[in-house]
């Protein structure tokens, strides 16, 4: 079965900084790999995905993501923070030929930005 | 375009008492699933349903049952609530052809049981 680590509970970034975010996952194979994002009280958004193919992938809100396949990861970054990025960020795995489309799930990294 | 809408926002309930979650979505999804999300356990699968007519156990199915009851529309039930299940629950859909497609969410169903 697939797992995922984001290792980070909480990081404190002050605005107009570069932001990283680590995900790792355990999978046989190349896994369906996504970002979500979650502002308080809301529901999660998509930010990024990857399926195959390039393995920097870009998303909403100006951030992109890395796979890289020898080191199973799958970090999020983003050049420069905005205020209205301190949310909640989940990683999230799917395996190829998974019955009924099913996800897995990191614990999230919760993000403060500071002025 | 509402997405995927889920019904109460908030609820509080006594050990014991009944009560069902509804969730319906617009997009013409074929799957749904129903989640629990609790601080440092990110989100956990309960139950989902591949398509209309079939249900299958998630993670943490214990406690809870669900209906599928058309495309649409697919409801999460607590028969007897009690303490351990104080969660934000998080209705989501997706399409089904294949897989690796991305699931879309509600805005959660806040429930504290007393």
């Known amino acids: 079965a697939q797992s995922v680590t984001q290792p980070d509970i909480h990081i404190t970034v002050s605005e107009g900084a570069s932001l990283e975010l680590r995900c790792n996952y355990s999978?046989?194979?190349?896994?369906?790999l996504f970002w979500y994002v979650q502002s308080p009280g809301q529901g999660l958004q998509l930010l990024l995905k990857?399926?195959?193919?390039?393995?920097l992938v870009q998303g909403i809100k100006g951030f992109e993501a890395e796979f890289k396949r020898s080191q199973s990861s799958f970090n999020l970054r983003k050049p420069s923070v905005h205020w209205s990025d301190a949310a909640e960020y989940f990683c999230a795995v799917g395996a190829k030929k998974a019955a009924g489309n099913k996800l897995t799930f990191g614990g999230g990294t919760r993000v403060l930005v500071k002025p | 375009n509402a997405g995927v809408t889920q019904t109460p926002k908030f609820q509080v309930l006594k050990t014991g008492q009944s009560m069902t979650l509804q969730c319906a979505q617009d997009m013409n999804h074929n799957s749904m699933y129903w989640y629990r999300q609790d601080p440092g356990m990110g989100l956990r699968l309960i139950y989902y349903?591949?398509?209309?007519?079939?249900?299958d156990k998630g993670e943490v199915p214990n406690g809870y049952n669900v209906s599928r009851l058309n495309k649409r529309e697919f409801s999460l039930r607590l028969e007897s609530a009690a303490p351990s299940q104080t969660s934000v629950y998080f209705c989501?859909?997706?399409?089904?052809?294949?897989?690796?497609?991305?699931?879309?969410f509600g805005d959660g169903t806040r429930l504290s049981i007393l």
């Open positions: 990857y399926f195959s193919g390039d393995t």
């Open positions: 989501a859909s997706s399409e089904n052809r294949g897989t690796g497609q991305p699931q879309h």
């Open positions: 999978y046989g194979a190349t896994p369906y």
């Open positions: 349903s591949a398509s209309e007519g079939t249900t």
